[in-house]
């Protein structure tokens, strides 16, 4: 009997050169995108769990939650915050290690230019807010705490 098919046109072993299954290649396909999914989702719960804890450190500080996630004007805001006549616009950024860099090294000019343009978007969506006193901060989530600093955009 010859190593081809029963049609006699295809090798019936892969080191002979026969195609791989279009059910194998799809197989394997799903293996990667499941496990890069996965990978998707836990950056993504991890970012989650960061604003959450900004969210915590600003209510234990007096804020309330006025919007978390909320999209404006194309843009996500990560946290609305309010204390008295201050409303604060908080954009959360988290680094797990010291070899991934600073988190505030991610706030660049073109994410303040996002986060002012979201704020607007969402300021006229919210008008009897308007009149507070508007203030940005970037919550740098780390190991060791949580850092805001105020005010990058001006």
């Given at each position: 009997m010859?190593?081809?098919?029963?049609?006699?046109?295809?090798?019936?072993?892969?080191?002979?050169?026969?195609p791989r299954s279009t059910a194998a290649r799809s197989r394997r396909a799903a293996m990667r995108?499941?496990?890069?999914?996965?990978?998707?989702?836990?950056?993504?719960?991890?970012?989650?769990?960061?604003?959450?804890?900004?969210?915590?450190?600003?209510r234990l500080r007096g804020y309330r939650i006025l919007a978390r996630n909320v999209r404006a004007?194309?843009?996500?805001?990560?946290?609305?915050?309010?204390r008295g006549r201050r409303l604060v616009f908080c954009e959360v950024k988290l680094?797990?290690?010291?070899?991934?860099?600073?988190?505030?090294?991610?706030?660049d000019d073109w994410k303040r230019e996002r986060l002012r343009r979201g704020a607007q978007a969402w300021l006229l969506a919210n008008p009897s807010l308007s009149d507070l006193r508007v203030t940005f901060e970037f919550a740098a989530v780390r190991p060791g705490g949580i850092e805001l600093v105020s005010d990058l955009l001006y």
């Open positions: 010859s190593a081809t098919s029963r049609r006699g046109t295809l090798p019936l072993y892969a080191s002979a050169g026969r995108s499941s496990s890069q999914s996965r990978t998707r989702l836990s950056t993504f719960a991890r970012g989650r769990a960061a604003e959450r804890r900004v969210a915590w450190h600003y004007g194309g843009v996500e805001l990560d946290l609305i915050v309010r680094k797990e290690g010291p070899r991934f860099g600073d988190p505030l090294e991610a706030v």
